[in-house]
């Protein structure tokens, strides 16, 4: 690799490390809940669904948030919109750690949830317009990584801060109060750290290319895609993105038309399955599963950081296959290994096979399956098979559908377990996960190496019989 090449990848690293912090937030706040959700039932006295109120109330907020970003995202821009998510999740941080009212500490758990629900929906987007098309997977799955980062940074922080309550040394005043006394508070307070850090940081990175071309500003949009490509390539993106505008009418009737019919079939379901997969489940309710399974409150906050682990382990192994092995194998191979992992779970506490650590390495099965596989490329293949002039709010509903299925797991996961058990609880997960094979196999099209422009070319050449080709890109 020559130093043009080195600095142009460096380059296109950092932004969209940057843009993937709103991942980092996306996984904190989704996982930082786990610790705390024990302490805040005891408190405020939850019935069960009052639980999964509280929990759920900031996916409801990713609800709203996400049906609100695709069209803003498309008229002001990516970037101005992900300093809106930061800018939420600060507010939401704050709130949360110094609020004394139920009521209240849910109004800002809900804006939380509008931080998230912007954040999921636009980082990924953004990370996929400003790749190249050859390392666009890689880039993408960044923001997979970061979420995996976030969720085992919360894990870590909650153990650390429950452990530390629990310690004689002693604090005054308002460390007191949010560490010692109400050891949650400073939970959900840590998450105030890596929002003023995402907040600063995106005053730095760049509008999307693919917007400013949209916008009309090629120039810059020219001049931006030249820090990632070599001017041949980045003069034939700025080519083909201005041609791709010449055929889109850019309406969301386009999306429900037949040439994108395939793709709108594909962006709603394969982030609705994922959801309904229970890998939320697992995530907001790992202590209580674990616990069901014998684990101590210690240990089972013990088991939730090695689950952070596992996450971040092969989420890394997805960034160096999912642009060599391509999509549609990496979703075979994990979607079939969670399926089994969810079935064996049911199975042993359906046996009452507790003792020991079966329970918690078939969850670690599950949860290394669903980090090479589901979480990524799900995001992979959302961000890269929708037209440039309506891929923003094409993406929020993809994402929303994403949110919905996540609203109703939150909710409904507190109320299995306790209605029909852990056992039929996870033999669910397994039945709904199941339908995800059938849509790879036979909708989802393999998109390794392709610009975004050639996916819109794809598709509009599908119906008259083609097939898509991959052709290599080069930098």
Known sequence: MDNHSSSRLKYL??????????????????????????????????????????????????????????KLSDSYGRKKVLLLSALLFTISAT?????????????????????????????????????????????????????????????????????????????????????????????LGMGLVPAVIFLICLFFIPESPRWLIMMKKEKKAEKLLMKVNDKETALREVRDIKASFVTEKGGMKELLSPVYRAALIIGLLLPFLSQLSGINAVIYYGPRILDEAGFTLGSAFGGQVTIGIVNVIFTCIAIFTVDKWGRKPLLFLGVSLAIVALILIGVLFQLNVIEGPWILLL?????????????????????????????????????????????????????????????????IFAILCSPTLWLTWKLIPETKGKSLEEIERFWETKNAGKSLVVETDVL
């Open 363 to 427: 969850i670690l099965l599950y949860i290394a399956s669903f980090a090479f596989s589901f979480g990524p490329v799900c995001w992979v293949i959302i961000g890269e098979i929708f037209p440039t002039s309506i891929r923003g709010r094409a993406m929020a509903l993809a994402t929303l559908s994403l949110w919905v299925a996540n609203f109703f797991v939150g909710q409904l996961t507190p109320m299995m377990l306790d209605g029909i058990g852990p056992a039929g609880t996870f033999w």
């Open 13 to 70: 690293i950092l932004i969209c490390a940057i843009a993937a912090l709103g991942g980092f937030l996306f996984g904190f706040d989704t996982a930082v809940i786990s610790g705390v959700v024990g302490f805040v039932k005891g408190e405020f006295s939850m019935s069960a669904a009052m639980e999964g109120w509280f929990v759920s109330c900031a996916l409801l907020g990713c609800i709203i948030g996400v049906a609100a970003s695709g």
């Open 95 to 187: 709130g949360c750690m110094l609020v004394r009212q139920e009521a209240l500490l849910i109004s800002f758990r809900l804006i939380g949830g509008l931080g998230i629900g912007v954040a999921s929906m636009v980082s990924p987007l953004y990370i996929s317009e400003f790749s190249p098309a050859r390392l666009r997977g890689r880039m993408v799955t960044l923001y997979q990584l970061a979420i995996t980062i976030g969720i085992l940074c919360a894990y870590f922080s909650n153990a650390t801060l429950l452990k530390f309550s629990e310690s004689s040394l002693s604090t005054g005043g308002f460390w007191h109060w949010i560490i010692k006394a109400h050891v949650w508070r400073g939970m």
